[in-house]
């Protein structure tokens, strides 16, 4: 079986402003986005035949392509499980660029997540239909257990128990992601760091999480260009190899809500990521110089740390009471400041920030990276890549 | 309609057109023991109602001709409007309710005074659309006399009324978070309506799973059957919500993942507990919330633990 590690790569991105209010439509922040990750390639839209966005994205692949003058597509697809399939469209454009289904593929994803629809709110119609989420979601809907921060909060809990894990030690990630954010003039946050005493203070969406545990609600749209290395190396950017790239369910998976497992403790479809990941790009946790961490709320950035292997089961907290994810730290998590302190664009953003680490321009750039470890959202079943120089 | 109204007035007319009827005599003669009771029950401190010259209050007029609580049949005896009244109740005007009483007093009464009353049905209005449903008035007149002379009249005006049927329950709003129900999880809910907390027992290997499906996914047995819980657990973990606010909960309120001693796991909210108590292994029982006419839910409540 040949692996798909080493064959394709990222070779161009691109963003729009992160706002609260873009002011503009969803389609159209997408174009812009497609628009500037192929100026960054040096492609133009008809060398384009492939599609990959993820759900809960209001663009039709097609729409998209329509709006950028992108011609025949032989290839698209929509990858299941909102922000947890973030790198799965990766994940797809490289198989489909491997496999030859397409040559130059375009992920995407934009929205209007602030001023349109937030994914934060309630939705009373989760638990309506008999569907098989419908039903899933029907177990815990009319207690009201309805918005994503009261779903992971839920873990939190049960994490906080077993481990003698404090609000603090969630309140530490939040500190380092807006020290990063606030030196990022992308960045929402930009010039505006936190204290642990701040974070203590912010006021209680889903107890045990503060509201300065949870990520922003951000408008803005990112996209990358995904093709064969060998093309990338002639494009107009080094490109960031795709290492391994994979997606991850567990036993017992369901969509935030996975509490009827024998351990709640832990995020086995991030185990099953991981597993992957090492085994294709060969590569070991201590031959990462940075990672990108999902950090939609901050308790699963300890759970994540420890499903990959960069620290022991119930330690994670140990490593960042030590600084290990600041920027200066063992291992820097998420210099762009992640989803608490750029903006939340489903985890797109930290695509975009691996390619810019390994080719060497990013903002809080970290010295000598090789290799960037990428995360999608957790709770679901989700998905992570690992990209490299070359 | 018309045919009862007509019934109804004509034996009306009847009952006025026989004028005053037979006179009755007082229990007692007009005495010094029951004004005092009646001016102390009232808190009437005039002193023409005290000593050797005292009258009686007029407005205890009625007092004096009252039978008391043990009426003798023999002495029972009927008034002009009593058939009216009988016929009201036959045909549904049940309710009472009195509307008018005027009075009209000609001199006072002096101590031993006999006194005899006779009463004479005046009229009847109706039928009346009221508050209290529809009903006719029925009006008479009360006259007391002391040997011939007439010493004091009432003029009273009674409703006698259809009550209306009990306003049925107003439905409830309906409960904005609710579960969608499928052949797969139906008897869980039934359950819970029958008020019994149903696990999912797989027919074939026996394994009980919640949440349920339709399958087996150890033996694949599409057999299913169930066990009812013994309702108690214990928290396995819990989040208190606080925003943003969630349709149908008023915030800040508790949801918990419970164990149970059956071995499956459950999410419902805690109630019946101050939010800061919760914690992580409180022990719990089930309690079923009826959140609106149709909707019942599982919740949780501590169970206050052994001294």
């Keep these: 079986m040949s692996s798909l590690s080493g064959r394709t790569a990222v070779a161009g991105i691109g963003a729009t402003e992160f706002s609260k209010e873009s002011g503009r ?7 812009e986005a497609v628009f500037a990750a192929l100026d960054d390639a040096g492609l133009s839209p008809s060398d ?28 698209f697809s929509r990858v299941h499980y909102g922000g947890g399939a973030a790198c799965g469209t990766v994940l797809h454009a490289a198989m489909a660029v491997a496999t030859g289904a397409a040559e130059v593929v375009v992920c995407y994803r934009a929205f209007n997540e602030r001023s349109g629809r937030r994914f934060g709110q309630p939705n009373t119609r989760l638990g309506g239909e008999p569907s098989s989420q419908g039903l899933e979601m029907s177990w815990h809907v009319p207690y009201g257990l309805i918005t994503p921060a009261a779903w992971v909060a839920m873990f939190a809990r049960r994490y906080m128990h077993q481990n003698g894990v404090t609000s603090e030690d969630f309140g530490r990630v939040a500190v380092a992601m807006r020290r990063h954010a606030s030196t990022n003039p992308a960045a929402w946050f930009h010039g505006r760091p936190i204290t642990l005493a701040d974070h203590q203070a912010s006021k209680w969406i889903v107890d ?10 951000s408008d803005g749209a990112v996209a990358l260009v995904v093709t064969t290395a060998e093309r990338a190396r002639d494009l107009r950017r080094s490109p960031a190899v795709i290492a391994a790239a994979a997606q991850g369910s567990g036993t017992g998976q369901m969509m935030m809500t996975s509490y009827y497992r024998d351990d ?9 990521v991981g597993r992957k990941l090492w085994k294709e790009s060969g590569l070991s946790p201590s031959e990462i110089q940075t990672a990108v961490i999902y950090d939609h709320f901050t308790p699963f950035v300890l759970t994540q740390l420890e499903e990959l292997g960069f620290c022991d089961r119930g330690e994670a907290k140990d490593f960042i009471r030590n600084g290990g994810i600041e920027i200066d730290g063992h291992l820097p998590v998420n210099p762009h400041g992640g989803q608490l302190g750029e903006a939340y664009i489903h985890g797109m953003n930290g695509i ?20 960037v470890l990428v995360t999608a959202g957790t709770g679901v079943p989700t998905s992570g890549l690992i990209l490299s120089q070359g | 309609m018309t045919e009862l109204r007509d019934h109804l007035m004509a034996l009306a007319d009847k ?9 009755h005599a007082a229990p007692h003669p007009v005495n010094a023991v029951m004004i005092s009771h009646w001016t102390e029950a009232m808190g009437d401190r005039n ?12 407005a205890m007029i009625q007092v004096w001709s009252m039978e008391g609580l043990s009426r003798d049949p023999a002495k029972e005896f009927r008034r002009p409007m009593d058939d009216v009244f009988d016929a009201l109740d036959e045909a549904g005007y049940t309710g009472v309710v009195a509307t008018n009483c005027e009075h009209t007093y000609h001199r006072y009464l002096s101590m031993g005074e006999e006194l005899t009353s006779s009463t004479r049905m005046l009229d009847m209005v109706g039928p009346k659309r009221t508050a209290l449903g529809e009903g006719y008035f029925v009006t008479w007149n009360v006259t007391w006399f002391s040997g011939d002379e007439p010493v004091a009249e009432m003029m009273f005006r009674l409703l006698k009324f259809q009550p209306l049927r009990p306003v049925e329950k107003a439905k409830r709003e309906p409960y904005p978070l609710r579960p969608a129900v499928n052949d797969d999880t139906r008897f869980f809910w039934d359950g819970v309506q029958a008020g019994e907390l149903r696990i999912q027992k797989c027919g074939g290997c026996g394994e009980l799973r919640h949440p349920p499906g339709p399958v087996c996914p150890s033996c694949r047995s599409a057999e299913r059957t169930h066990v009812v819980a013994s309702g108690t657990g214990t928290v396995y973990s819990y989040v208190v919500h606080h925003h943003p606010p969630v349709p149908g909960q008023e915030t800040p309120f508790v949801v918990a993942v419970v164990e149970l001693p059956e071995g499956v796991r459950m999410v419902g909210n805690i109630v019946q507990c101050p939010i800061g108590e919760v914690y992580v292994g409180m022990p719990v029982r089930v309690t079923y919330q009826e959140m609106d006419d149709e909707l019942t839910l599982p919740m949780w409540a501590p169970i206050p633990e052994e001294a």
Aim: proline content about 7%.
């Design chain 1, 352 to 371: 975009a920030e691996a390619v810019r680490q390994i080719r060497g321009t990013a903002v809080n750039q970290v010295a000598g990276v090789q290799n």
């Design chain 1, 208 to 217: 045990p999480l503060h509201l300065l545990d949870c990520c922003q609600e």
């Design chain 1, 25 to 31: 439509s969803e389609l159209h922040l997408a174009a």
């Design chain 2, 47 to 58: 002193p023409a109602y005290t000593g050797p010259d005292a009258v009686a209050p007029p």
């Design chain 1, 48 to 75: 384009v035949d492939g599609m990959v966005t993820y759900t809960q994205d209001a663009n039709d692949e097609i729409a998209v392509a329509r709006e950028v003058g992108i011609g025949d597509l032989s290839f």
């Design chain 2, 15 to 23: 009952a006025v057109a026989a004028g005053d009827g037979p006179r």
């Design chain 1, 264 to 272: 709640m403790t832990g995020l086995p479809e991030m185990g099953v």
